[in-house]
């Protein structure tokens, strides 16, 4: 689904992020990308997103080389995503009316869109029904998120991006939100990418995690990880070994 | 603040004025009451058709100043490009006192209404888009770039984004220039007019030495700087009710 074609990229002035980097991504499948600060991850992110564009090499989703932000794609931010003038249910709304505002282009919207689920179902989907009329500034950081993502899962798309969702979170509403995430993305058939500096997160998210090197990242390094999610995951002792794993690479890049 | 605290302070500011009109006890401080009755009693002469053009003044002046400041600092506090260009002008422009360009401004437009509105103008112009510009370049980008994942392009952006965070930036202005706006007004109708509250309480006061008429303008005067306070919290009430919760 997503193909990354010897991929450059870096910011004026600072050492290159990416350098001829290669990586796949297939449909359906949980990336999670792990990474110390300044690595490049949220940057991969943005790139995913077709808010930056690569200095050289490509980036395809589906087969169309990405030139600007994919309707099909949803965005999700750690923080700051939501407008704060507008209800919960405003904000869930939000792409819907962008979408109107524009009308079918192809460009700023698909030519034909049709939403399968109401506002109201995915409000209820999320568990944020009740809170639909209050104002992001009142309501907690764990039912900003679910109305980030409800707001993302109104316009149906087929691949789901996240920078830090759930790192601002409390331990038990993260590990709610995570399985809520996963659960959503079984249901709709969704690729995720989830761009995290955590461990343990990537290894719940990920049945594939991505570990970005110090700058520049020249090649993909992929951990396979099947059994992320599944029940007592956090308990079993291949979760553990992951970890201990990925710690220890970390560790020995930024030594 | 509560209604009843605002009134309650209103009457304490009345007895203080009775108070001391009782102390001094000259022509040149009548009381309270003595002004509130010629205030009706002047309303029904003139006192109306100077408040109509007092309000007409700055009300055209306000309206002007938004209407061109607000899209001026949406757009430079919006763009990295146009901010590095105009920062140094506004940051030159914005301390130097409007009013003293009064004399200026008069020489150039002549002695309508027009060089009272357009002091005025240039008074509240800088206010507001200092304002307008710096909420609009401090939004989070993480919000910006949620809304071009959604597929916001450059239009909805001011559309959803610029517009509505850059509201309270105009309030805020106009609050804050309602009393400069006032006081210049005053100044402005001092001179080329015959109309007009300044020129009310001026004519009142230096040439007809009638103290309670002037009283009664000074009056129209706060009532027209209390009423636009009013109107923009209310504004602010209605429009920005996101701002009023939690």
Redesign the interface.
């Known amino acids: 689904m997503i193909a990354v074609r010897s991929l450059a990229f870096g910011y004026s002035l600072q050492p290159p992020l990416f350098h001829s980097f290669d990586w796949a991504v297939k449909r359906g499948e949980t990336w999670a990308v792990l990474g110390p600060s300044g690595c490049g991850k949220t940057t991969l992110l ?1 790139l995913l ?3 930056r564009l690569p200095v050289s090499g490509s980036i395809e989703i589906d087969g169309e080389r990405l030139t600007r ?1 994919r ?1 099909h ?14 209800t919960v249910r405003e904000n869930v709304e ?2 819907l ?3 109107k ?2 009308g079918a282009d192809g460009k ?2 698909p030519r034909s869109f049709q939403p399968k689920k109401s506002v109201e179902y995915w409000l209820e989907r999320l568990g944020i029904a009740d809170i639909a009329d ?2 992001p ?2 309501i907690s950081g764990g039912q900003r998120q679910r109305t ?1 993502i409800a ?2 899962l109104v ?1 149906e798309p087929d691949l789901l ?1 996240m920078d830090e969702p759930f790192s601002s979170l409390d331990a038990v509403t993260r590990e709610d939100l995570q399985a809520l995430t996963l659960s959503l993305c079984a249901e709709q058939g969704l690729t995720l990418v989830v761009v995290t500096h955590a461990i343990e997160e990537a290894a719940v998210l990920g049945r594939k995690i991505l570990l970005l090197d110090a700058p520049p990242n020249r090649t993909a390094k992929v951990f396979e990880n099947p059994t992320a999610g599944s029940a007592g995951q956090r308990e079993s002792k291949t979760y553990q070994e992951l970890c201990s794993r990925l710690r220890r690479e970390m560790q020995h890049e930024t030594a | 603040m509560k209604r009843r605290d605002v009134l309650l302070a209103a009457v304490t500011l009345l007895a203080v004025w009775q108070a001391a009109a009782m102390i001094v006890d000259l022509p040149i401080l009548p009381p309270p009451l003595e002004v509130l009755g010629v205030f009706f009693r002047e309303l029904r002469r003139d006192l109306l058709v100077h408040f109509a053009v007092s309000l007409w003044r700055v009300s055209a002046g306000m309206t002007l100043s938004v209407l061109a400041a607000a899209p001026a600092g949406l757009a430079i506090g919006g763009s990295k490009k146009l901010n590095r260009f105009f920062s140094p002008f506004i940051y030159l422009l914005y301390p130097i006192p409007k009013v003293v360009l009064v004399p200026v401004v008069i020489l150039f437009l002549g002695i309508g209404d027009m060089a009272k509105i357009v002091i005025l103008f240039l008074i509240l112009f800088f206010q507001i888009l200092v304002l307008v510009r710096d909420q609009a370049s401090g939004l989070p980008p993480q919000l910006i770039q949620s809304l071009r994942s959604l597929g916001a392009g450059r239009r909805a952006l001011f559309r959803f984004v610029y517009l509505p965070a850059s509201l309270p930036a105009i309030l805020t202005a106009l609050r804050q220039s309602i009393g400069t706006a006032v006081a210049v007004l005053y100044v402005t109708e001092l001179s080329a007019t015959r109309y007009g509250l300044g020129y009310y309480i001026y004519f009142k006061g230096s040439t007809l030495l009638d103290y309670p008429a002037m009283y009664a303008g000074v009056v129209a005067m706060s009532i027209l700087g209390l009423g636009m306070y009013f109107a923009v919290d209310w504004a602010e009430r209605t429009l920005c009710k996101w701002k009023f919760v939690g």
């Open positions: 943005y997103a077709g808010l932000p309707p794609s949803g965005l999700i931010l750690q923080d700051y995503g939501l407008l704060p003038w507008s939000l792409g009316r962008l979408r505002f524009y700023h919207a209050a104002y500034s009142q980030a707001r993302t316009l991006l």
